[in-house]
């Protein structure tokens, strides 16, 4: 069983920058599986923002490249999303999530939202203009 559980999300003004993390908590190899992070606005549908594919692989949401950058690190069993430049309308809840099945890091930002079998409780993320 593999447990996420995000921190970092707050208020912001615009052009500020945040942090997320999420910490996985399950067995040895729950870091390797496919992880990203999706978002929801209100009223809108789930957006995949990044992801990591289990090969190591990252990618982005065109919305957010160059601002947002996903990483992990193993030895402490973290995701993180580093996020510039915010927008108002990265407004939304974030969530981390992760899957343990092989997925490129393209194949995983498609699918996280709706079939990532693992996914945390979300952190709020709110950029006033």
């Known amino acids: 069983q593999v447990q996420l559980v995000e921190s970092g999300g707050d208020s912001v003004q615009a052009g500020g920058s945040l942090r997320l993390s999420c910490a996985v908590f399950?067995?040895?190899?729950?870091?390797?599986?496919?992880m990203g992070w999706f978002r929801q606005a209100p009223g809108k549908d789930h957006e995949g923002v990044a992801a990591?594919?289990?090969?190591?692989?990252?990618t982005y949401a065109q919305s957010v490249k160059d601002r947002f950058t996903i990483s992990r690190d193993n030895n402490k069993n973290t995701l993180y999303l580093e996020m510039r430049s915010l927008k108002p309308e990265d407004t939304a809840m974030y969530y981390c999530?992760?899957?343990?099945?092989?997925?490129?890091?393209?194949?995983?930002?498609?699918?996280?939202?709706?079939?990532?079998?693992?996914r945390g409780q979300g952190t709020q993320v709110t950029v006033s203009s």
């Open positions: 990591i594919g289990a090969d190591g692989s990252t």
């Open positions: 399950g067995n040895q190899y729950s870091m390797y599986y496919s």
């Open positions: 999530a992760a899957d343990s099945r092989w997925m490129t890091a393209i194949q995983a930002l498609s699918r996280m939202a709706n079939e990532f079998y693992y």
